[in-house]
């Protein structure tokens, strides 16, 4: 069964270095997502991508963040200068649609740690 | 806003029994779409079962079915004969039919199973 995969599984950096987090969704599917989840804290979304566009977003997506789909098969969720509160473990979604059959399918999830 | 309300942090079940999980959810759309996905350790979220809110039957996919109380906002997962492979995180989980896509994520039931 296809799957979304998320490069790399735990990436460490120093505060106010640039990271890049990589998803790879699933390929027929037309929609991406990030989110995040805070140790402790609730999954919250990030932002929604169709088209190679930004679709919807979320208040915790501010200028810090970008993404995007560079070829045919990746995503990527760039953070342009990690803070300490940025740690989180971050995942990938991808779907076909967005109608009420159309599921949300998750990556493993990239643990970012920001020293 | 909508917001997503697991008031069960941990929940036990004995092998071959049923557990329920709760869910509540606050929200001023009448179209949406409620969620359950399940988080085995260290592996990513999939889909437990889905739930239209113009659909009044209540969801079943084998083992897991629902109890959708809309008037409520209630929206409930019942494991029946419960096995060692359910141990997991159960998240909740609700996305607008009309407003984005985002999913809007309860803070998750980690549901033991003992052999």
């Known amino acids: 069964e296809p799957e979304v995969t998320q490069t790399p599984s735990h990436q460490v950096t120093q505060m106010g270095q640039e990271v890049i987090l990589r998803c790879v969704p699933i390929?027929?599917?037309?929609?991406f997502y990030w989110y995040r989840q805070i140790l402790g804290q609730k999954v919250e979304f990030l932002v929604s991508?169709?088209?190679?566009?930004?679709?919807?977003k979320s208040e915790i997506f501010d200028d810090q963040f970008s993404v995007e789909r560079p070829d045919g098969s990746n995503f990527t969720l760039k953070i342009r200068s990690t803070k300490l509160e940025d740690s989180a473990m971050y995942f990938c979604?991808?779907?076909?649609?967005?109608?009420?059959?159309?599921?949300?399918?998750f990556g493993p999830g990239t643990r970012l740690t920001v020293l | 806003a909508q917001t997503v309300t697991q008031s069960q942090p941990e929940m036990s079940v004995q092998e071959a029994e049923t557990v329920t999980l709760s869910c509540t959810y606050d929200?001023?759309?009448?179209?949406?779409?409620l969620f359950w996905y399940k988080q085995p350790p260290s592996r990513q979220m999939i889909l437990v079962i889905r739930?239209?809110?113009?659909?009044?039957q209540n969801a079943t996919e084998n083992r897991f079915s629902v109890n959708f109380q809309k008037a409520a906002k209630s929206f409930s997962l019942k494991i029946s004969d419960s096995q060692l492979g359910d141990a997991a995180m159960y998240f909740c989980?609700?996305?607008?039919?009309?407003?984005?896509?985002?999913?809007?994520f309860g803070a998750g039931t980690i549901l033991r199973v003992k052999s």
């Open positions: 979604a991808s779907s076909e649609g967005t109608g009420a059959t159309d599921t949300q399918y």
């Open positions: 390929s027929n599917h037309l929609y």
């Open positions: 991508f169709y088209n190679n566009e930004i679709s919807e």
């Open positions: 929200t001023s759309e009448s179209d949406y779409y």
């Open positions: 739930q239209e809110a113009y659909k009044q």
């Open positions: 989980a609700y996305r607008s039919a009309r407003n984005g896509n985002k999913l809007v």
